[in-house]
């Protein structure tokens, strides 16, 4: 049994599903559809279709499960409840203040309609939140720390290029290696934000451009820059091209909790990743999910669910009994 | 609603019970059941009934969850498919090489008795397992890299205690720092068992032993030391009983994997501990997975279940609307 697989929004995440697909043998990639001329766009394998969006609902019978690759602040809330009405569908939707909103509009349209949707699918949220659930239900006495990085905020890199004389710029958000290592000791630090990461700005310059007034204006940035430990560094061209153009991320998610009395005993429960591309390893969570949402709707289990929801036989190649004997 | 917990076994891990219990408003224990005698036993808790074994049969109706303590060789194949022919049960079954047989025991009582039993939980098996399933099926294209330590093997510990002249001692497992490393850089090495972890044993010697003799003897002990690097370390009994009573443990489970072609993009993922005491931390893994028992129970879902098969949301004394909004 092949898993079909559809792909909406053909950016560095459409793209990172498609290579991840490649991986998996037991899923085949149908269609890419996008909102661009189709004849514009390239896939890797020339087998693949590729389809105005509009095209999407006449395949409703060729896919089994449709990831959704666009972004959450405009594409995802129109899209998630759309597509979760004539297909399964996974996004990867990250915007935390409205996640209770954008599931109930999903989870109505996909229970309607007989369809499962996995919602917010990716590593934040996502792996760290699963991590994040685990260990506060083990150690319900501790404290919790996230920290992001070493990694390319894009957020903060188009921040940094809407400066007046930035002709590019990247900005990597790096974890304080002090405060990693008081957490670590079991210290359960307080921690402002200043004090969680610091930020790389890597800037090239317009010809002729003040620099110290591009780093001034940089630093004293409110929101952004202002409270943090902040470097810029002023770079070429053919530096930024050949050093930065990569989508490297990581972060942590560590735990330091107590157990007993007399003597309390301290535990650290840490999950951490270090990705040379952000988008390609997001793709492949999402591709996980698509197995899951397949199985779970062939057992009826529909409506919207996260990470929470899922178990994670589900996500697996493997069977029940090769799960048990080989990574139990 | 509070659920009501027993306890089967009364060692380490059934006082962790105990302890982590008290973190869990939602839990309340209502009797351990021993099979020594039940007046011997001095609960933390002095209104928790102290009963042995033999009654529990009695306690069908008074305990919702019931957690077994007991080890792994001789009381849990026992102890699993009869006590899930009347109650909800949690143990933490970790022989590896019977893991399938044990499992369709205990399926086979708690199907036919309308029971929920979570099997092999812990941190190996258990929260180590489900990292090696949720980062193979993230990354398929990879290498699965799992140390232990640092923490006291009570299997070696028994070994060196059983050599000739030696009074008493304990066991450290050390995971080698430069493997670790060589890991964590995407280099995925063929690690033999002697290049991932050395062997630290702290040894008390009868007065008189002859110490090159049992260092010898350790160091040789084929299966269990032959093949690493070990250290053999004479201590006085005093030093023993200030340092070494304790029960740490830890570990890392890392995959390295691969993504993309042209340029292949390397990407880390790794769950560590690290743990002051081993009996507690694994026990309140097993408070939490009775949580995840009751509720699953609740629900009609039956029969025997692993990490693999259990949602994350059931383990979280959260609301799921609390689960989306804060920790997602």
Known sequence: MTIRVGIVGYGNLGRGVEASICQNPDMKLIAVFTRRNPDSLKTND????????????????DIDVLILCGGSATDLPVQGPYFSMFFNTVDSYDTHAKILEYSA?????????????????????????MNRVLAEAVLPQGKEYTFWGRGVSQGHSDAVRRVNGVKNAVQYTVPVEKSLQKVRNGETPQLTTGEKHIRECF?????????????????????YFNEYETSVTFITEEEFAKNHTGMPHGGFVIRSGQTGQDPVNNHIVEFSINLDSNPEFTASILVAYARAVYRLNCEGQIGAKTVFDIPLAY???R????????LL
């Open 203 to 223: 800037v090239v310059p317009e010809a002729e451009a003040d620099k110290e007034k591009i780093s001034h204006e940089i630093k004293s940035m409110p929101h």
């Open 105 to 129: 509009a999903v989870n109505k349209s996909a229970l309607a309609n007989g369809k499962t949707a996995a919602i917010s699918i990716g590593w934040d949220p996502g792996l760290f939140s």
């Open 319 to 326: 069977t029940s009994e090769e799960l048990l004997r080989e």
């Open 46 to 61: 020339k087998s693949v279709k590729v389809l105005h969006v509009d095209k999407a609902r006449e395949y409703v019978n």
């Open 315 to 317: 996500l697996s190649a």
